[in-house]
């Protein structure tokens, strides 16, 4: 029988478990991975349904849905049913139908891009709504305290906002935060991202005095109380992101 009180024997034990318990969260780990990326998948096309304005609503009928997300275990189905595969990568003017966009991270291009010899790859997504085309482009930026991204629609004109939907990773309760909610992506419909022919985007502006958003065509939504510089980071990652598009978007027009 062991010695079990020697140090040898303690160590060995101790050894033993730690190579059985890291084994079992290894095993759990491979086991669970796979659900993780495939709930994330959904979360992107839930996202990117909703920005389009497809949500519970459209599928429930029941008003009180307009608000919410398609429900999870419905988001390949509405996804398939509404963009399909009308997904691009975009270079430049050119545009690559492939399925491969919903692949792309678009945090890592963006890291990738700074290489000079790196072409840029942008992700789209074209819904169609009752015969009507919503070009829906990925952003990504940084808030006050980390990440913070989103999904924009436009509308077949590509100019005026359809719909949107911005979250974050860490941003303050009450404050940042409030990027998800209703009360602030709603002002982003109807807004124009250009000034006559110039491009200009939306800027999340201080002193706006528009809290109705009747002002359309001024570039411009009311800002979050207290939470400027998650303000600051969504206007940027909609006048740099956006203004990516903007050569693919411009050879659409002339068509």
Known sequence: MANTEKNSYTILFSIGMVVIVGAVLAGLFGS?????????????????????????????GNQEDVNLPVDATEADKV????????????????ATKTSKAFEIDVKKEGQLA???????????????????????????????????WGYVALDEDLKTV??????????????????????????????????GSEFKGITVAKGNNDPTNKRKNDNKVDAIAGATITGDGVTAMIKTDLKMYVPYFQTVKAN
């Open 32 to 60: 669970l991975n796979s659900q993780i990326k495939e709930n994330q998948k959904k979360e992107k096309k839930q996202n990117i349904l909703f920005a389009m304005g497809i949500t519970k609503a459209t599928i429930s």
């Open 79 to 94: 996804f398939s049913e509404y963009v399909g595969e009308n997904q691009f990568i975009i270079e430049g003017t050119k």
């Open 114 to 148: 700074k290489k000079d010899s790196y072409t840029r790859k942008l992700p789209l997504f074209i819904g169609n709504i009752k015969g009507k085309k919503s070009y829906v482009v990925p952003l990504y930026g940084k808030g006050l305290w980390d990440a913070i």
């Open 162 to 195: 359809k719909g949107a939907f911005f979250d974050h990773k860490g941003e303050t309760p009450g404050l940042g935060a409030n990027i998800k909610e209703k009360f602030f992506y709603e002002d982003f419909k109807g807004e124009s991202i250009y000034n």
